[in-house]
């Protein structure tokens, strides 16, 4: 074994030296339907700037064009990555609620709070437009550090953790990502005899949703038209791994990332107190409705 040299009292300190959750580049969906995209179906996008000039793998599926951000059409259009296929590998998620209250200002709370516990810090009841907010840490191969995929409204948080079935969910959407992997996890520890998680562990694919090799649109009011997001998990030929487990190495270091990283930073929404601010990153759709075109981002 090497001998570095190195004393045993160095008093490192750890938080110095993990990644900036601040600074994560953002993934967006961007599944309005608009006269590009008919045929298509949706597609995800990530601002070339914010990866430092790293290329998203695997090779060919991603394309860099000039992509306009902000809702001024004069606004310069700047370099992004965009793809019709996203392969990732999800390794935490937060969820909270906002309420906008009729001077438009955002009130942040975790998830399942009742309407009757949604104070304000005077202790006011907090009343207006309800939406849901996720964020999901995903790794990208070609990429160092951890993404966030950015869901915020209906449609795409519907995406996430649709269940068809369910008294909440719609079957005018597709299976949710979530409730898939918590399937198949399911079924993988029930053949392995071993509890398999649904993070860190598995290669997942997320594609604009198709029905009869057309894609789906679901209208969401207001004239807007939505494709959603979907997961491909199928494996062998046409370019398909031969298994969607990510390897015993990946698994460690993804294990790792959770454990170091993404735990604490799911902790900030936990709490209403913790999360006011965190996390609301400008990139992020503010509107399902034709109010703000999905094509673009704004600030």
Same mark, same amino acid.
């Given at each position: 074994? &090497?001998?570095?040299?190195? $004393?045993?009292? #160095?008093?490192?300190?750890?938080?110095?030296?993990?990644?900036?959750?601040?600074?994560?580049?953002?993934?967006?969906?961007?599944?309005?339907?608009?006269?590009?995209?008919?045929?298509?179906?949706?597609? +995800?996008?990530? %601002?070339?700037?914010?990866?430092?000039?790293? &290329? =998203?793998?695997?090779?060919? +599926?991603?394309?860099?064009?000039?992509?306009?951000?902000?809702?001024?059409?004069?606004? =310069?259009? !700047? $370099?992004?990555?965009?793809?019709?296929?996203?392969?990732?590998?999800?390794?935490?998620?937060?969820?909270?609620?906002?309420?906008?209250?009729?001077?438009?200002?955002?009130?942040?709370?975790?998830?399942?709070?009742? %309407?009757?516990?949604?104070?304000?810090?005077?202790?006011?009841?907090?009343?207006?437009?309800?939406?849901?907010?996720?964020? *999901?840490?995903?790794?990208? @191969?070609?990429?160092?550090? =951890?993404?966030?995929?950015?869901?915020?409204?209906?449609? %795409?948080?519907?995406?996430?953790?649709?269940?068809?079935?369910?008294?909440?969910?719609?079957?005018?959407?597709?299976?949710?990502?979530?409730?898939? #992997?918590?399937?198949?996890?399911?079924?993988?520890?029930?053949?392995?005899?071993?509890?398999? =998680? +649904?993070?860190?562990? /598995?290669?997942?694919? #997320?594609?604009?949703?198709?029905?009869?090799?057309?894609?789906?649109?679901?209208?969401?009011?207001?004239?807007?038209?939505?494709?959603?997001? *979907?997961?491909?998990?199928?494996?062998?030929?046409?370019?398909?791994?031969?298994?969607?487990?990510?390897?015993? !190495?990946?698994? #460690?270091?993804?294990?790792?990332?959770?454990?170091? *990283?993404?735990?604490? +930073?799911?902790?900030? /929404?936990? @709490?209403?107190?913790?999360?006011?601010?965190?996390?609301?990153? @400008?990139?992020?759709?503010?509107?399902?409705?034709?109010?703000?075109?999905?094509?673009?981002?704004?600030?």
């Amino acid at each position: 074994m &090497t001998d570095f040299n190195i $004393p045993d009292d #160095l008093q490192i300190d750890d938080d110095l030296y993990r990644p900036d959750v601040k600074s994560m580049p953002i993934i967006t969906w961007h599944g309005k339907a608009n006269d590009g995209n008919s045929e298509t179906g949706g597609r +995800w996008a990530i %601002k070339a700037d914010a990866i430092e000039g790293q &290329t =998203p793998l695997p090779d060919g +599926w991603w394309k860099l064009i000039d992509m306009r951000f902000g809702v001024d059409p004069s606004a =310069p259009k !700047e $370099p992004t990555w965009v793809t019709h296929r996203l392969r990732c590998v999800p390794i935490g998620i937060r969820r909270r609620q906002i309420i906008t209250d009729e001077f438009n200002r955002e009130h942040y709370f975790p998830q399942m709070t009742k %309407k009757t516990a949604r104070l304000d810090a005077n202790g006011n009841l907090v009343e207006g437009k309800y939406q849901n907010h996720y964020q *999901v840490m995903v790794m990208v @191969d070609g990429i160092a550090e =951890p993404l966030i995929i950015a869901l915020r409204g209906y449609t %795409k948080t519907m995406c996430w953790d649709n269940n068809p079935n369910s008294k909440f969910g719609s079957k005018d959407f597709p299976t949710g990502v979530e409730p898939t #992997l918590i399937k198949l996890a399911a079924d993988a520890s029930k053949a392995k005899k071993t509890r398999i =998680p +649904w993070m860190c562990f /598995w290669l997942v694919d #997320l594609v604009p949703t198709f029905v009869n090799n057309a894609a789906h649109w679901v209208d969401v009011g207001h004239g807007t038209w939505m494709n959603p997001f *979907v997961t491909d998990m199928r494996t062998g030929g046409d370019g398909f791994p031969q298994s969607r487990f990510v390897g015993l !190495e990946n698994f #460690l270091h993804y294990q790792n990332l959770r454990r170091e *990283v993404a735990m604490d +930073w799911e902790a900030k /929404w936990s @709490d209403a107190s913790t999360m006011s601010g965190d996390g609301a990153y @400008d990139y992020e759709s503010k509107s399902d409705t034709n109010e703000t075109p999905e094509d673009e981002i704004p600030f």
